[in-house]
């Protein structure tokens, strides 16, 4: 259901590479409540995914760019402001990889190469991004802008590696250049931190079914899915938020919150009693 909470809104996607992307998910959420968007993610995602039909499905242009490279940043804003008419009202940056993770290199024996590299990609890039839009004010006055994290940059958690790190400096960057942004273009920035969701990203962390299994017991509402982080970008990016920025803002299920949940202590007290001597 449309309640149009978008209706006449300019936007940019980066970073939907399949239906199994968040990304994804907020592109069709958002052209659905009323907005006109344009889609950007880098030129081999673009061929090798499905981008080009949600492209067509969505009547939206595609932008293959490079998000850590300021030139083509530059272009996808230039771009999207004469494809859509004007400045843009929101962004939403889904974009993260570590290569690290890919190689299974732990997080004691990372390569400091590809540490460089998921710094860049999944953090740094935001950066560039905000400080793209900034210098050539491409953002309308009251616009959001969002980015993707999830809570291993504040806790442990086995497997993340140095994606950990990445979420950390992007939730940083959203709180130091969210107070620039909005002090002087009056423009929100904010992060969501999104339970664990299976993308084509998300699986390759390592134990990441076990990871969502956890957080689903844990979490007194459950996990949340692709779209209901869409929903909640979709009011992010309204004007229902427009007081809301440099926050980082859960959208877990109360996971977030929790210590240890009933149904988890259970399942830990049954594992136990497998390893007890019934000698003892």
């Not at 050539?136 to 999830?150: H, K, P, R, V, W």
């Not at 969501?192 to 990203?201: G, K, L, V």
């Not at 076990?210 to 957080?215: A, E, P, V």
């Given at each position: ?7 006449g809104?300019r936007?940019i996607?980066?970073?939907?590479l399949n ?11 958002a052209v ?15 061929r090798?995914g499905?981008?080009?039909?949600l492209?067509?499905?969505?009547n939206a242009?595609i932008?293959?760019?490079d998000?850590?490279?300021?030139e083509d940043?530059?272009?996808v ?6 494809i ?6 929101f962004v939403?940056h ?14 004691d024996?990372?390569?400091y190469?590809?540490?460089?590299k998921?710094?860049?990609?999944s ?12 210098k050539?004010d ?8 969002l980015?993707?994290?999830y ?10 590696n140095?994606m950990?790190d ?10 130091s ?6 002090r ?5 920035v904010n992060?969501?931190?999104q339970?664990p969701?299976?993308t084509?990203?998300?699986s390759?962390?390592k134990?990441?079914e076990d ?6 017991r844990?979490?007194p509402?459950g996990n ?7 929903d ?7 004007d ?20 240890m ?6 399942q830990y ?7 007890k001597?019934?000698s003892?």
């Amino acid at each position: 259901m449309s309640h149009n909470l978008l209706e006449g809104k300019r936007g940019i996607i980066f970073g939907a590479l399949n239906d199994m992307s968040i990304a994804w998910k907020v592109a069709e959420k958002a052209v659905e409540e009323g907005a006109t968007i344009t889609l950007s993610n880098t030129p081999v995602a673009v061929r090798m995914g499905d981008t080009a039909k949600l492209g067509e499905k969505l009547n939206a242009e595609i932008l293959p760019a490079d998000a850590t490279n300021v030139e083509d940043l530059e272009m996808v804003f230039t771009k999207s402001m004469e494809i859509l008419g004007g400045k843009i009202d929101f962004v939403l940056h889904s974009i993260g990889m570590s290569p690290n993770v890919r190689k299974k290199r732990t997080y004691d024996d990372l390569n400091y190469d590809m540490l460089s590299k998921t710094l860049d990609i999944s953090s740094v890039s935001f950066h560039k991004m905000l400080q793209v839009a900034k210098k050539m004010d491409a953002i309308e006055q009251g616009g959001s802008i969002l980015a993707l994290t999830y809570i291993a940059s504040q806790r442990v958690f086995y497997g993340y590696n140095d994606m950990a790190d990445a979420k950390a400096l992007l939730e940083s960057i959203t709180r130091s250049f969210g107070y620039i942004y909005g002090r002087e273009k009056g423009v929100r920035v904010n992060t969501i931190s999104q339970s664990p969701t299976m993308t084509t990203a998300g699986s390759g962390v390592k134990g990441m079914e076990d990871l969502m299994d956890f957080s689903e017991r844990m979490a007194p509402l459950g996990n949340a899915n692709a779209n209901d982080c869409a929903d909640y970008c979709i009011v992010m990016f309204s004007d229902l938020t427009r007081k809301v920025t440099m926050q980082n803002l859960f959208n877990d299920g109360g996971f977030s919150s929790m210590g240890m949940s009933l149904q988890a202590m259970k399942q830990y007290s049954n594992g136990l009693d497998e390893f007890k001597d019934p000698s003892l």
